[in-house]
């Protein structure tokens, strides 16, 4: 299997097998192996790169968690919590998507329910970060974030 390379500061390990004509990778956060699809591994390498760059520590990720959003159900991406409060929604789309204003107004739909400060649109090559101002309800590009 041929993974595409990602625009993170360094390249992560991870444990991959092949079953059945299936990849998986291993998530070490929810301790469970997943089909490796071009998502799946954006959404495994920006897990890599908060652990190691931003010090998130593994209790602080919410992975694929359902929400209800008008009267319908969602999946987010990734969430991070800050002392228990949401801290950091990401939304990550494979490496050939591209990160358009239809993913920003995906996440800030989701926003509207999680209220996070901050958001990470990725595809693993472009990362673009937002700052949600709840008293104003508008969101500035940032260059990055401190946990």
Known sequence: M???????PEKYEFQIKEKCSLWYIFDE???KWLILTPEEWVRQNVIKYLQKEKKIPKSAYLIERRIQL?????????LILKKTEPFLLVECKAPEISISEAVF??????NLEIKA????????LNH????YDIHKNEYSLIEKFNY
């Open 70 to 78: 008008n009267n319908q159900v969602k999946r987010l991406d990734l």
């Open 2 to 8: 041929e993974l595409s390379v990602l625009n993170f």
């Open 29 to 31: 956060v929810r301790k």
């Open 105 to 110: 107004e995906q996440a800030a739909r989701y």
């Open 117 to 124: 400060p901050y958001l990470l649109l990725t595809n693993g």
């Open 128 to 131: 673009l970060y937002f700052y």
